[in-house]
């Protein structure tokens, strides 16, 4: 907690740091403090931090793990290839023997674990607690914490169809417009350009109008 708060400090000496709402305003030097998938810490363990300095965050939220309470899928992939075998082999038959969560698509995942017992608490402790809803709705009025857009799901955006972006998109985009802090932003999962999306995904999530 230290060390974070002293980067904060750092950065709030260094830039102008800035809520969400004025990306767009004319400031200088601008620094916008985010975090991507709703990890626990990221509201127990930064927040408060963050709210003594007064600093804005905008947090980007994969609702389904959150909602169902259990592991996101990267989680559940990379857990399953370090663990299971079965998994391991049946991704290697189709020539994904590397950069899994990556590569593996919802189909490839469904077809992959059909016949494999799953045990959602050894992968949440091998992945680390996710946000409740519950301490969503405590933080929903709280004008220095933002909610923004990250897919139902964190699976790799370049790797889907695009009926299934659509899904993901507005099936996250329904549980997130009930919080008063939610602000219709979206970040890609994973994040990088020409691997984890292409111009047609940005165009497709552009048609959205986030």
Known sequence: NSEFNS????????????????????????????????????????????????????????????????????????????????????????????DEIYKVTPLIYKNCTRNITIDKNKIISYQGELVTEELLNEYSSNNLVFLGNHLYDHWNVINLNENEIKDYYFKNYDFLKKYKNFINYFSFTHGMPKYNFNKKNLDQIRSFNP
């Open 7 to 98: 980067i904060l400090v750092w950065i709030k000496k260094n830039f102008n740091v800035i809520s969400i709402l004025d990306i767009n305003n004319d400031i200088d030097n601008k620094a916008l403090i985010t975090f991507d998938d709703g990890y626990l810490g990221s509201f127990k363990n930064a927040i408060p931090i963050l709210e003594y300095l007064q600093i804005p965050s905008l947090h980007f939220l994969n609702m389904r793990p959150i909602v169902k309470k259990e592991p996101n899928i990267v989680s559940k992939i990379q857990y399953l290839c370090l663990t299971n075998k079965e998994f391991k082999n049946a991704l290697m038959k189709i020539n994904i023997t590397k």
